[in-house]
């Protein structure tokens, strides 16, 4: 597609229930990454994909939380036994080349969850 | 571990006029980027400038330009001739060999008629 694409826009769940995030990204790029922002905040580094396998995960702020990787394209973020807390826009970004440090990342309009 | 500071979480100018952002960041390695991304009320981070470690010279793009000192690990971007449309929130963030990005908290501008 033309840009990161994410769905859904919006989510609002209840406490205790699980939910999965997606990110479509750029066609060709093999670099994702997941971003949490919590409201009037700035962005928290959840976990990075290069091709399907995540070299790092060290964001992901607890054991509910979990994200994969297919064919070095789709990604889902997984949040089981959602929390009050965990409500934030969840951001997905993508670049062609991450070694290479001028490589843009381009981003998708999130993911706006709600737990209630 | 790299942290990115932007001590201004607010700011408001007349359109037309110049403004600076700051911000500082915190870091040991020697080879990185620093970037400077618009997030309108869309929630589309766009990217607006980016600045290698190595080069001395500051960046510009059209309206937009950094000063960049790395040795005072500074990064503040100017906005010359602002326009209503710059309304949104600004974030420095720094990318290195760890391949992720480091994000700032942000600053609100706000661009007045």
């Known amino acids: 597609g033309a840009g990161v694409s994410q769905s859904p826009s919006n989510k609002v769940t209840e406490k205790g229930k699980d939910v999965e995030l997606r990110c479509d990204p750029i066609s060709g790029h093999t670099a994702l990454y997941w971003y949490r922002q919590r409201l009037g905040q700035g962005l928290e580094f959840l976990i990075y994909f290069q091709g399907n396998s995540a070299p790092d995960k060290s964001g992901l702020p607890s054991d509910r939380f979990s994200a994969e990787r297919t064919g070095e394209s789709v990604s889902t973020l997984t949040i089981q036994r959602t929390q009050q807390e965990d409500s934030a826009v969840y951001l997905c970004a993508s670049s062609l080349a991450p070694a290479r440090m001028d490589t843009e990342a381009f981003f998708g309009q999130g993911t706006r969850l709600t737990v209630v | 571990a790299q942290t990115v500071t932007q001590s201004q979480p607010e700011m408001s100018v007349q359109e037309a006029e110049t403004v600076t952002l700051s911000c500082t960041y915190d870091?040991?390695?020697?080879?990185?980027?620093l970037f400077w991304y618009k997030q309108p009320p869309s929630r589309q981070m766009i990217l607006v400038i980016r600045?290698?470690?190595?080069?001395?010279q500051n960046a510009t793009e059209n309206r937009f330009s950094v000063n960049f000192q790395k040795a005072a690990k500074s990064f503040s971007l100017k906005i010359s001739d602002s326009q209503l449309g710059d309304t949104a929130m600004y974030f420095c963030?720094?990318?290195?060999?760890?391949?992720?990005?480091?994000f700032g908290q942000g600053t609100r501008l706000t661009i007045n008629p």
């Open positions: 870091t040991s390695e020697n080879n990185y980027y």
């Open positions: 600045q290698e470690a190595y080069k001395q």
């Open positions: 963030a720094f990318y290195w060999r760890a391949q992720k990005l480091v």
